[in-house]
């Protein structure tokens, strides 16, 4: 099998590498893994550490790198789409600008996520059309770019075999299977809504619900986790991803994010550390210091649903981004939502879902009527777009807000949107 990261000049690709070599026993024959950047010379430091981990590990598979994306995905049975177009100067840019109309400052959601997805969605879906032309009959697309949501729909809208990915439901999974004492692939999530706006509803144990005991003893620490106060979980009955936190406390999230370094600044620096980690030639395993850049378990979670994908692992639970067609009867069957599925070679395909509870519901309906009015944007272009999708979001949603952060959105993203030139 030939595996294609699109992105993979990213200080983040050793954990997936990692994964790659490290989980062998899910079946997943690994011929060549090819790293794809246009960023030279950090992918050859990135590319060198990525062919260390695998001969650490004895992999025979052989770990190439090119800045050529044609030559990168021709042949490919599995691109993995991992980009951050304008890298971590535009999500700064993102996690700041919205601050000053006093809207939470956020690369996936807000005004800063909308920012991101005008920029990258155009580029993702040419990356996704030279795929479809080079890489084998077949090939699945596995998005991990955010916003995954919007950015996923784009590529199914657009005729490809794409699911996306987050890696929020494994680290509860984890988590939650670490205070019952179970191994992990014995926890089941309810894990439902769209992506960066999800709930953990239930974690099945051999078909009993554990969330009940574990909200009882563990209440408090899963709030000071996702960040949300104690009290809304107690109401809520579940867990919320910490993304919520932008909804259920986003004046006191904007009062923390003023005056503060970003998360974006933060990266940049532990990014510039690792990079002169992975220069070092005696360097063959992944550093701690990558724990810190984000994105827990994303390695298990991308080798567990390709495998799945490729008829490896037909009874596996993967948290993914899909159509709806109806599994959330109160979405249109065309938007992506992000919820528990099992996938073989046909496709991943949605667990079961409970009706959800109407303040959820609610909710997710208007982020998905957003998330529509985003990704028109991001294809059509034009500030009134713009201005629409924000105020159709709940993090901003007033006519005062939407029409200067239209303004300050395009002019901080104007050398990545042609038609805002």
Known sequence: MRIAVVGGGSTYTP??????????DSGLQVDELVLIDPAADRLEIVGGFAARIFAAYGHPGRVTWTTDL???????????IQLRVGGQAARISDETFPLDCGCVGQETTG??????????VPVVLDVAERVRKRARPGAWIVDFTNPVGIVTRALLDAGHRAVGLCNVAIGFQRRFAG?????????????????HLTWERAAYVDGVDRLPELLAAHRAELAAEVEIDEPVLAALGCVPSYYLSYYY???????????????GARVAQIESTLLDMYRDPALTAKPALLGERGGAYYSEAAVGLIAALHGLDPDGVH???????????????????????????????????????????????????YEELALDAALRGGRDRVYRALLAHPLVGQHEYADALADK??????????WAR
């Open 111 to 120: 005004a800063g996520g909308l920012a991101k997805a005008l920029r990258t």
């Open 319 to 369: 948290s993914v981004n899909v159509r709806n067609d109806g599994t959330l009867p109160f979405l249109p069957a065309n938007a992506v939502i992000e919820v528990s599925a099992r996938a073989n070679p046909g496709g991943p395909r949605p667990l079961p879902v409970t009706p959800i509870a109407p303040d959820q519901a609610g909710l997710i309906a208007h982020v998905c009527g």
């Open 179 to 195: 205070y019952l004492g179970v191994d992990p692939s014995t926890v089941v999530l309810d894990h439902v809504g769209l992506n």
């Open 409 to 418: 959105l395009i002019a901080a993203g104007a050398e990545h949107l042609a």
């Open 249 to 263: 406390g986003h004046d006191r999230v904007v009062r923390a994010e003023r005056g503060t370094p970003t998360r």
């Open 15 to 24: 954990e997936l590498v990692d994964g790659f070599a490290r989980l062998r």
């Open 70 to 80: 044609d030559a990168g995905v021709t042949d490919a049975d599995v691109a993995l």
